[in-house]
């Protein structure tokens, strides 16, 4: 007998359990609707993924910044709690030190991720390929199968959608091993010694270089030899996840201005000596054995990349648990194609999910899923549907993915729409005449007070309506 024979409510199908199927199918199966999710690993994996498990990390192991008043991703980190959200949680159980941000050791966290969903009573898994799109007697359906959507399916997709799907390039950062850096060299420090969740201010292993060691470096990344994309070659990069080398192409300043600027850092080894520039690597795994190289993603090709990698002060010696790569996304053009609850316009009994609706980033993805989730549930439970609102994390990534994009002025009518992480230039203004005031601040204000004190009034506002929508009692300091 299947897990889900008593139940009288069709199942809802999850197509993918990457990070954001498997938020949604969690979602929908806390709400009481069975589900039944598909996934094609391991039977048939990915250039990208290295297990069977779900929720695999394939790049970073970061969720980024967790600061829930100053930072729109902490907020989303923050929402995603109130909603009970798997990711979050099993998240915050895997926790390693990464100064004010919250990382993951990869394999802990996918791994009781895969046991909880495996474990619902709701939920029952479908191993296997979707090769096409999900025919009618399915029901309703979420596609979930993100960057890396199968050939098959993809062409299934971009025949109903009567449209090119659009692409990037997205990159992966070497993994290194911690016994194989020269900590006579290199030092732990987190930027401006800052304390994060689970970490104590020094979080980061720094590897510093003088300008000559830096003019070097960048000399050896630009005429490394690198990966030929063929086919690929026209699909653009996506801004938040640059190679190191096509950073390196837009001036030899512009990596010292990125992920090797040296700001916030001072060399334990030799403290009057400002560091030109420094490499940081974040913790990949709870054991602290491996660490990643922070905004190293690379399409170097493997050789050039160990040999021009041992070129940093402290990796001399340093041997890769997994070298750079690079791999392409695929994404729809959402606002065109997905009305405001992610269905799909010419088929409302399939819904997207994930990263393939144009969203970035981890975080943002197993929101997506999330939403779509709650919203195939109540649909099930025949539930008035409510969407959260635009002052929230979710209605502002929400609303960017279906239809805030503005169309270019260079050819009116045609949208430029490209993934976008949750940031504070997606929420709508502060109402006229809120009242900013840092805590201890009695006077007027200006500049970087005044900044973080309207990021405070946004974040705050956002808490209080995702907790009203989520019908939760306001919290008591709000209240107070």
Not at 109 to 135: C, S
């Amino acid at each position: 007998m299947s897990k889900q024979s008593s139940n009288s409510i069709a199942p809802i199908h999850v197509v993918g359990a990457g990070l954001a199927g498997s938020e949604a199918a969690w979602q929908i199966a806390q709400a009481g609707v069975p589900v039944v999710l598909h996934e094609m690993r391991p039977l048939q994996m990915t250039d990208a993924h290295k297990s069977g498990d779900c929720a695999e990390l394939v790049c970073s192991n970061s969720f980024r910044s967790d600061d829930a008043q100053t930072n729109a991703v902490g907020l989303l980190h923050a929402e995603m709690r109130l909603a009970g959200s798997l990711i979050m949680a099993k998240g915050d159980a895997h926790q390693v030190p990464a100064g004010g941000a919250l990382a993951v050791d990869r394999d802990g966290f996918a791994a009781a991720v895969t046991a909880a969903l495996h474990a619902h009573p709701m939920i029952r898994f479908e191993p296997g390929v979707v090769d096409g799109l999900p025919p009618q007697d399915w029901g309703s359906t979420i596609i979930a199968t993100g960057p890396l959507t199968a050939a098959p399916l993809a062409e299934a997709i971009r025949a109903e959608t009567g449209a090119d799907a659009l692409a990037f390039f997205d990159a992966i950062a070497p993994i290194v091993h911690f016994d194989t850096v020269n900590m006579d060299v290199a030092w732990f420090q987190s930027r401006y010694d800052k304390v994060g969740p689970g970490g104590n201010g020094k979080d980061y292993i720094n590897c510093p270089m003088d300008r000559e060691q830096y003019a070097a470096f960048i000399a050896a990344v630009l005429a490394g030899d690198k990966t030929a994309f063929k086919e690929w070659e026209g699909t653009p990069y996506f801004d938040g996840c640059l190679p190191i080398e096509v950073m390196a192409e837009r001036g030899p300043e512009t990596l010292r201005h990125g992920p090797m600027k040296p700001m916030g850092l001072t060399n334990a080894h030799n403290p009057t000596v400002k560091p030109y520039a420094v490499v940081q690597l974040r913790q990949d795994n709870a054991l602290g054995t491996l660490y990643n190289m922070v905004g190293f993603q690379t399409k170097l090709k493997y050789a050039d990349q160990v040999r021009i990698f041992r070129m940093i002060p402290g990796l001399e010696n340093a041997e890769f648990a997994r070298l750079g790569g690079l791999h392409r996304n695929t994404y729809l053009d959402s606002p065109r194609l997905l009305d405001s609850a992610l269905r799909l316009k010419s088929r409302p009994d399939i819904r997207f999910a994930g990263q393939i609706t144009g969203c970035e980033g981890y975080v943002e993805s197993a929101a997506i899923g999330l939403l779509a989730g709650r919203f195939a549930a109540a649909e099930a439970r025949g539930r008035t549907l409510s969407l959260p609102p635009v002052t929230t994390a979710f209605g502002a990534l929400l609303n960017h993915i279906t239809g805030g994009h503005i169309s270019s002025d260079e050819e009116p009518g045609k949208r430029s729409f490209q993934p976008m992480n949750i940031n504070f230039g997606l929420f709508p203004p502060l109402e006229t005449g809120t009242r900013l005031r840092p805590e201890g601040h009695e006077g007027r204000f200006r500049g970087k007070d005044k900044a973080i004190a309207k990021k405070h009034a946004m974040t705050g506002r956002a808490l209080a309506d995702a907790r009203a929508w989520l019908h939760l009692e306001p919290a008591r300091e709000a209240a107070e």
